[in-house]
């Protein structure tokens, strides 16, 4: 019975995350926020918050695709998918692809819970090999993103050789200079307190949604389309390849991002995506949503492992302030919670997207766009004051130049956390000292 | 093989010197990323820079809203037809431009040397995202979907498939004259030449030598690259292992797909066990609590065969029966099924004497020199496994 109650406490945090996922802009720093705030204003056993907390993030991790393909406004876990989702949305098919993003999640949860009975063997392996080598690894994957980019110049028309070479690094140029700017940024959020102090844990909100949020959505406002009637089919097929390559793709990227610090859904995904030669929307779709499950929920998961119990991501931190969890029994307990979770948040996935779909047929993009940005500038503003405004402002700035000039919008996020990768290779500190930024 | 594919392999074997190891637990060494840096630089020259600086005989850009594949067709094989009167070793180049429509919406168009009926066939498809995902009624009317010109000489197409065009920049082909007076197709000319060569990699090595003065340094920024070459020439598409001494490149050795994806997830894997076993030893200088002693004291080989051979062969074969299973069956897709411009040639029967052309005519290199491929790759383990830790 105590069993029961404990699973209804993931499935009334699937409830609430639901509510939060559907407002754009969020993310799961802010659902760590208001997870403490929940928690101080209705005090309750800290084995049910914590369950809750994860029922929030299984929310945040398959509901909350639901903005990305409806309204367009991804962050940096979704961007991956962000492309096919809302190709298929113009296509009048938003309903299948949102449909398709939460099967890769739930192949994600199969997966988490097959490696379950291993991860108390596995991780602490890595963690034993890995603590003093983290800082080459983090600065080679930064290394290989910015290696492996390649130009975008669709076929330069140029007549002489240098004209070409010119249009060929004009995307590459400015992919560089992302993540400069965004390395500056880094080095100045990350080392001076810009927001105020009582909301400094949401200090890098702004910076995320200026990054990935708004320069989506002014992109949607610009192209003035109507978003088409959508097709709200009863079946449809995935072949078995598509599912099997992009769930173990997805997952595994995912996993890599929630144990090693500091990188992300999208980062994961692209290293993982290469690894195992992901192709084709459906891929990408299913890929996408198996490592953004993956990322956000493994790294709770690994809070959890017996031997192990690694603090990686907001919701594990917060939940580390009220609980701790020690044995097998909890552990499984978690299991349990993300499975049924995991089940009731796809029936609301499946649930919402038909009536989003139903429903959004006709609207204006531009409207829609429209009030997702107002939303996304009063929920910084709500988290993180004038100052936030601010950095937003800024980053947008920055998160504007990789769709204007066809590079990839992972150098916003690598460029951003360098100075914490410089910092553990020893060398932030002079960095820092040398712009004056300590 | 994949980028990734390469950078891990770079760093794989960096992982094999223990002073670089040790270096990274210790000082905060960021040089065994030299080995990745210099595994996929091979790719990046190629593709940032030599791409550029080839010189095309004839560009191809046809107009998306007025295609006319005849035309097309006609320039390709009046190239080809050059290309005969040419000197043995010399090489005309047509460039094929990719036609961008939208956002990720391109004109999709396919070329195919039928070389039993000496024609080229180019054949106009729908418009296609870069996945390759139609968009229906955009498919070109009868008379402008197919064109098929004669060419005189005797051509030896390697890759014996229609190449898409639809993304990204679109293919050069090179049609190269040989010594019996055949011409040969060469697919992006540009690629595997100097940016691939073993010389270019001990120039490379030896200035990261001259630099530091230390000899391991040179080491891994060659074998880095050493290895890309080894893994590339695994492909179909050989290098030009001593350019400028030699000026074309061989024959790939057949033993895998460069994109397949089991291959370049079987290498990645394999790479980040090594890469484990690694650390494992070379931690256990630095402290204890670094090291897995259990995996130290398994020995490379019992370890590499329970953690890479054991899961790999249950995969692969699974893999095979999957394969095998499918290979008739018509892959069912969740949305719009694939209907490019190859898959409408393919639907049409364009293609049909394919298998026969592969069988009668791809060079296939002997066997002996396959297992002289792979064994050179097992060597250099071989020598990293021993020699490593006292590097």
């Given at each position: 019975?105590?069993?029961?109650v404990?699973?209804l406490?993931g499935?009334?945090?699937?409830?609430?995350?639901?509510?939060?996922s559907?407002?754009?802009?969020?993310?799961?720093?802010?659902f760590a926020?208001?997870g403490?705030?929940l928690y101080?204003a209705?005090?309750?056993d800290?084995?049910?918050?914590?369950l809750?907390?994860?029922?929030?993030l299984?929310?945040y991790?398959i509901v909350?695709?639901?903005?990305?393909?409806?309204?367009?406004?991804?962050d940096?876990?979704?961007m991956y998918?962000?492309?096919?989702?809302?190709?298929?949305?113009?296509?009048g098919?938003?309903?299948?692809?949102?449909v398709?993003?939460?099967?890769?999640?739930?192949?994600s949860?199969v997966?988490?819970?097959?490696?379950?009975p291993?991860?108390?063997?596995?991780?602490?392996?890595?963690?034993?090999?890995?603590t003093?080598h983290?800082?080459?690894v983090?600065?080679?994957?930064?290394?290989?993103?910015l290696?492996?980019?390649?130009?975008?110049?669709?076929g330069?028309?140029?007549?002489?050789?240098?004209g070409?070479?010119k249009?060929?690094?004009?995307?590459?140029?400015?992919g560089?200079?992302?993540?400069?700017?965004?390395?500056m940024?880094g080095?100045i959020?990350?080392?001076?307190p810009i927001t105020?102090?009582?909301?400094?844990?949401?200090n890098i909100?702004?910076v995320f949604?200026?990054?990935?949020?708004v320069?989506?959505?002014?992109?949607?406002?610009?192209?003035?389309?109507?978003i088409?009637?959508?097709?709200v089919?009863?079946?449809?097929?995935?072949?078995k390849?598509?599912?099997?390559?992009?769930?173990?793709s997805g997952f595994?990227?995912?996993?890599?991002?929630?144990?090693?610090?500091?990188?992300?859904?999208g980062?994961g995904?692209?290293?993982a995506?290469h690894s195992?030669?992901?192709?084709?929307?459906?891929?990408?779709?299913?890929s996408?949503s198996a490592?953004?499950?993956?990322y956000?929920?493994?790294?709770?998961?690994l809070?959890?492992v017996?031997?192990?119990?690694l603090?990686?991501g907001?919701?594990?931190?917060?939940?580390g302030?009220?609980?701790?969890?020690?044995t097998?029994?909890?552990?499984?307990?978690l299991?349990?919670?993300?499975?049924?979770?995991a089940?009731f948040?796809?029936?609301?996935l499946?649930?919402l997207?038909?009536?989003?779909?139903?429903?959004i047929?006709?609207?204006?993009?531009?409207?829609?766009s429209?009030?997702?940005?107002?939303?996304i500038?009063?929920?910084?503003?709500w988290?993180s004051?004038?100052?936030?405004l601010?950095?937003?402002?800024?980053?947008?700035?920055?998160?504007?130049?990789p769709p204007m000039f066809?590079?990839?919008r992972?150098?916003?996020?690598?460029g951003?956390?360098?100075p914490?990768?410089l910092?553990?290779?020893?060398?932030g500190?002079?960095?820092?000292?040398?712009?004056?930024?300590? | 093989?994949?980028?990734i594919?390469?950078?891990?392999?770079?760093i794989?074997?960096?992982t094999?010197?223990?002073?670089l190891?040790?270096?990274?637990?210790?000082?905060?060494?960021?040089?065994?990323?030299?080995?990745?840096?210099?595994?996929?630089l091979p790719?990046?020259?190629?593709?940032?820079?030599?791409?550029?600086?080839?010189?095309?005989?004839?560009v191809?850009?046809p107009?998306?809203t007025?295609m006319?594949?005849?035309?097309?067709?006609?320039?390709?094989?009046?190239?080809?037809?050059r290309?005969?009167?040419l000197?043995p070793?010399?090489?005309?180049?047509?460039?094929?431009h990719?036609?961008?429509?939208g956002p990720?919406?391109?004109?999709s168009y396919?070329?195919?040397?039928?070389?039993?009926?000496?024609e080229v066939v180019?054949?106009?498809g729908p418009h296609?995202?870069?996945?390759?995902?139609?968009?229906?009624?955009?498919?070109?009317?009868?008379?402008?979907?197919?064109?098929?010109a004669?060419y005189k000489?005797?051509?030896?197409?390697?890759?014996g498939?229609?190449?898409?065009?639809?993304?990204f920049?679109?293919?050069?082909?090179g049609?190269l004259k040989?010594k019996d007076?055949s011409?040969?197709?060469?697919?992006i000319?540009?690629?595997?030449?100097?940016g691939h060569?073993?010389?270019?990699?001990?120039?490379?090595?030896?200035?990261?030598?001259?630099?530091t003065?230390n000899?391991?340094?040179?080491?891994v920024?060659?074998?880095?690259?050493?290895?890309h070459?080894v893994?590339?020439?695994?492909?179909h598409?050989?290098?030009?292992l001593?350019w400028?001494l030699?000026?074309?490149?061989?024959?790939?050795?057949y033993l895998?797909?460069a994109?397949?994806?089991?291959?370049?997830?079987?290498m990645?894997?394999?790479?980040?066990a090594?890469?484990?076993w690694?650390?494992?030893?070379?931690?256990?200088?630095?402290?204890?609590?670094?090291?897995v002693?259990?995996?130290?004291a398994?020995?490379?080989?019992?370890y590499?065969f329970?953690?890479?051979?054991?899961p790999?062969s249950?995969?692969?074969?699974?893999?095979?029966i999957?394969?095998?299973?499918t290979?008739e069956r018509?892959?069912?897709?969740?949305?719009?099924?694939?209907?490019?411009?190859v898959?409408?040639m393919?639907?049409?029967?364009?293609?049909?004497e394919?298998?026969?052309?592969?069988i009668?005519?791809?060079?296939?290199?002997?066997v002996?020199?396959?297992?002289?491929?792979?064994?050179?790759?097992?060597?250099?383990?071989v020598?990293?496994?021993?020699?490593?830790?006292?590097?």
């Amino acid at each position: 019975m105590e069993t029961l109650v404990y699973l209804l406490y993931g499935m009334l945090g699937v409830i609430i995350g639901s509510l939060l996922s559907i407002l754009p802009g969020l993310h799961p720093l802010n659902f760590a926020g208001i997870g403490i705030f929940l928690y101080l204003a209705f005090p309750m056993d800290p084995l049910g918050m914590a369950l809750i907390f994860a029922g929030m993030l299984i929310a945040y991790a398959i509901v909350g695709t639901i903005t990305t393909t409806f309204m367009g406004s991804p962050d940096d876990s979704t961007m991956y998918m962000a492309f096919p989702n809302q190709k298929y949305l113009m296509y009048g098919r938003g309903y299948e692809a949102s449909v398709a993003t939460g099967i890769g999640s739930m192949g994600s949860v199969v997966l988490l819970l097959m490696l379950a009975p291993f991860a108390s063997t596995i991780f602490p392996i890595f963690r034993k090999l890995l603590t003093p080598h983290f800082h080459w690894v983090l600065i080679g994957v930064t290394v290989y993103i910015l290696q492996s980019e390649w130009p975008k110049d669709w076929g330069s028309r140029a007549k002489t050789r240098f004209g070409r070479l010119k249009d060929g690094w004009a995307s590459l140029s400015a992919g560089w200079v992302t993540f400069f700017l965004a390395m500056m940024l880094g080095f100045i959020v990350l080392n001076v307190p810009i927001t105020p102090i009582d909301k400094a844990f949401q200090n890098i909100m702004p910076v995320f949604v200026g990054f990935f949020a708004v320069p989506w959505v002014l992109t949607n406002m610009a192209s003035r389309v109507n978003i088409p009637p959508q097709t709200v089919s009863n079946t449809f097929y995935i072949s078995k390849k598509d599912l099997a390559r992009g769930t173990t793709s997805g997952f595994l990227g995912g996993m890599f991002a929630a144990y090693q610090p500091i990188v992300t859904a999208g980062i994961g995904g692209v290293l993982a995506g290469h690894s195992t030669s992901t192709q084709g929307d459906v891929q990408f779709m299913i890929s996408g949503s198996a490592g953004r499950f993956a990322y956000y929920v493994g790294a709770f998961f690994l809070f959890w492992v017996p031997l192990l119990h690694l603090t990686r991501g907001g919701m594990a931190w917060i939940t580390g302030v009220i609980y701790q969890p020690r044995t097998d029994s909890e552990f499984w307990l978690l299991m349990a919670a993300i499975a049924v979770a995991a089940v009731f948040a796809f029936m609301l996935l499946v649930f919402l997207s038909r009536v989003v779909a139903k429903v959004i047929a006709g609207f204006s993009f531009k409207k829609i766009s429209i009030a997702v940005l107002i939303g996304i500038i009063l929920l910084v503003f709500w988290f993180s004051g004038l100052e936030g405004l601010v950095i937003l402002t800024i980053a947008t700035g920055l998160g504007l130049v990789p769709p204007m000039f066809r590079t990839r919008r992972l150098n916003l996020i690598l460029g951003f956390f360098f100075p914490i990768f410089l910092n553990m290779a020893g060398l932030g500190a002079g960095i820092s000292r040398f712009l004056g930024v300590y | 093989m994949r980028g990734i594919t390469h950078f891990i392999m770079g760093i794989t074997v960096a992982t094999f010197f223990k002073s670089l190891v040790v270096g990274a637990a210790m000082y905060d060494s960021l040089l065994i990323l030299l080995g990745g840096i210099f595994g996929l630089l091979p790719d990046t020259l190629d593709f940032k820079f030599l791409i550029y600086m080839e010189k095309h005989d004839v560009v191809i850009d046809p107009d998306p809203t007025d295609m006319r594949p005849q035309e097309i067709a006609e320039k390709i094989a009046s190239e080809i037809d050059r290309a005969g009167t040419l000197q043995p070793g010399k090489m005309t180049k047509v460039q094929l431009h990719t036609l961008k429509l939208g956002p990720d919406l391109w004109q999709s168009y396919s070329v195919y040397f039928n070389t039993k009926m000496n024609e080229v066939v180019v054949r106009v498809g729908p418009h296609v995202t870069m996945s390759g995902v139609p968009s229906f009624g955009t498919e070109p009317p009868a008379d402008k979907a197919l064109g098929v010109a004669k060419y005189k000489p005797k051509l030896i197409d390697r890759y014996g498939k229609p190449s898409e065009i639809k993304g990204f920049s679109g293919p050069s082909f090179g049609f190269l004259k040989r010594k019996d007076g055949s011409i040969e197709v060469v697919f992006i000319p540009f690629h595997r030449r100097s940016g691939h060569s073993l010389t270019l990699g001990l120039g490379f090595a030896l200035i990261g030598y001259l630099l530091t003065m230390n000899w391991i340094v040179g080491a891994v920024i060659f074998l880095g690259w050493f290895m890309h070459i080894v893994l590339d020439t695994f492909g179909h598409m050989g290098n030009n292992l001593f350019w400028p001494l030699t000026k074309q490149r061989t024959s790939g050795l057949y033993l895998l797909t460069a994109a397949d994806p089991y291959w370049n997830a079987f290498m990645v894997y394999s790479c980040i066990a090594i890469i484990t076993w690694n650390l494992s030893l070379y931690n256990a200088s630095v402290s204890p609590s670094y090291t897995v002693p259990w995996i130290t004291a398994l020995g490379p080989v019992l370890y590499l065969f329970l953690v890479v051979a054991i899961p790999w062969s249950i995969l692969g074969m699974a893999y095979y029966i999957y394969r095998a299973r499918t290979k008739e069956r018509k892959p069912v897709e969740l949305f719009a099924p694939m209907t490019g411009a190859v898959a409408q040639m393919a639907a049409e029967g364009m293609m049909g004497e394919m298998e026969e052309y592969e069988i009668a005519e791809r060079p296939k290199p002997s066997v002996l020199l396959r297992i002289l491929g792979i064994a050179v790759l097992v060597a250099i383990f071989v020598v990293l496994f021993i020699y490593g830790p006292g590097w």
